[in-house]
């Protein structure tokens, strides 16, 4: 009985770590792994906080990185464009009044491009290398990303694409 629960920790273990396989975190995973299924478009907030809560687990691999987490509302409603300005600020503050090492934003929602007009608005104006130390993790549609990436890099931030399918 004893053997069976360490050879099943120590199975676990080798799953968990991956086999000792070391993987750059700088690599997409839309180049590494199958496109994740994301909740549909017309899903409650709380459907796709519960799949931003899994997909936050799967890139936190250092238990000192601090994910913050946001779910960006599709719609140009006046409650989704001001949750939308709600979460520039936010971001905006934690890139201007937080010290960033080890820090990670970690961004989807029903429509990519909404997602990635919020981390664009967040960056933008902003001082050179003021997201140096951060990592933005963009779960959404792999073809909107670029002006995210462009926007997180360009101030010195390190991106990664989480890709998912086109909600339904």
Known sequence: MRHSA??????ATMLFTGCGKQVDPAVSSDSTQALLAPPSR???IN?????LSTVVLS??????????SFVVPAGHGRDAEESRAAMVDAIRGLLTN????????????PDSTEVTDVIVEAFRDLPEKS?????????GVAG???????????NG????????????
Request: positive net charge.
């Open 59 to 68: 890139q936190t691999h250092d238990e000192t990185v601090r994910p913050y």
């Open 42 to 44: 017309n899903a409650d």
């Open 144 to 154: 909107a990303s670029a002006r995210a990436r462009e926007a997180a890099v360009a």
């Open 98 to 109: 937080t010290a960033l090492p080890h820090h990670m934003i970690v961004l989807t929602g």
């Open 131 to 139: 997201g140096a130390g951060l990592t933005v993790v963009y779960v």
């Open 6 to 11: 360490v050879f099943g920790l120590l199975v």
């Open 47 to 51: 459907a796709w906080r519960s799949f």
């Open 157 to 168: 931030a390190q991106f990664r694409l989480t890709a998912i399918r086109e909600p339904a």
